[in-house]
T-cell receptor, first 114, second 114 residues
Framework: QQQVKQSPQSLIVQKGGISIINCAYE??????FPWYQQFPGKGPALLIA?????SEKKEGRFTISFNKSAKQFSLHIMDSQPGDSATYFC?????????????FGEGTQLTVNP | GAVVSQHPSRVICKSGTSVKIECRSL??????MFWYRQFPKQSLMLMAT?????????EQGVEKDKFLINHASLTLSTLTVTSAHPEDSSFYIC??????????FGPGTRLTVL
């Protein structure tokens, strides 16, 4: 059972454009929603994360929008750059103990054309 | 920031041999580490949760005798792929949770079994 569904599977954006990746979850117990960026041959790197008590969080060009009632959250990359070309994973987790495990979306391969 | 390292970064071995992958938290103590497996263009698949001083918890479908996990200290967990076969070829990634639950990933280990 896929508890976090991510779309689109791939995305092509022109330099300077806005990249938008969406995720939907089923488990209402999730209380932490991070986004990870992964380059080929590398491990995922934490990009930005949000908790359900806020509807939006912005860090530089990256913004998470969170809709608790719809059980959806999205990543917006403003002024997309070729260096942003990577695979992006949304994730969700219950609790923040050391043993809390992440549930990942399927991933989105982003290509930003120069 | 927190760093999780893995060694080796890539390994090529013959079918039937065993391979050990180390995961270290470099500047924090991790009572729990996670081991993932990732196939090309796919999401991360949790294999097991490694607990310091106790037995690992394996996900359904993961052979515990095939993938031996040892969490000997608060900064080191090891994954041993026993009697490796070509179908075990994959990208193996470990991660650890810090305080407040931020999860950091290692750079990954590319295993190729000939």
């Amino acid at each position: 059972q896929q508890q976090v569904k991510q779309s689109p599977q791939s995305l092509i954006v022109q330099k300077g454009g806005i990249s938008i990746i969406n995720c939907a979850y089923e488990n209402t117990a999730f209380d932490y929603f991070p986004w990870y960026q992964q380059f080929p041959g590398k491990g995922p790197a934490l990009l930005i994360a949000i908790r359900p008590d806020v509807s939006e969080k912005k860090e530089g060009r990256f913004t998470i929008s969170f809709n608790k009632s719809a059980k959806q959250f999205s990543l917006h990359i403003m002024d997309s750059q070729p260096g942003d070309s990577a695979t992006y994973f949304c994730a969700a987790r219950v609790g923040e103990t050391s043993g809390s495990r992440l549930t990942f979306g399927e991933g989105t391969q982003l290509t930003v054309n120069p | 920031g927190a760093v999780v390292s893995q060694h080796p970064s890539r390994v090529i071995c013959k079918s039937g041999t065993s391979v050990k992958i180390e995961c270290r938290s470099l500047d924090f103590q991790a009572t729990t580490m996670f081991w993932y497996r990732q196939f090309p263009k796919q999401s991360l698949m949790l294999m097991a949760t490694s607990n310091e001083g106790s037995k690992a918890t394996y996900e359904q479908g993961v052979e515990k005798d095939k993938f031996l996990i040892n969490h000997a200290s608060l900064t080191l967990s090891t994954l041993t792929v026993t009697s490796a076969h070509p179908e075990d070829s994959s990208f193996y990634i470990c991660s650890a949770n810090m305080v407040r639950g931020r999860q950091f990933f290692g750079p990954g280990t590319r295993l190729t079994v000939l």
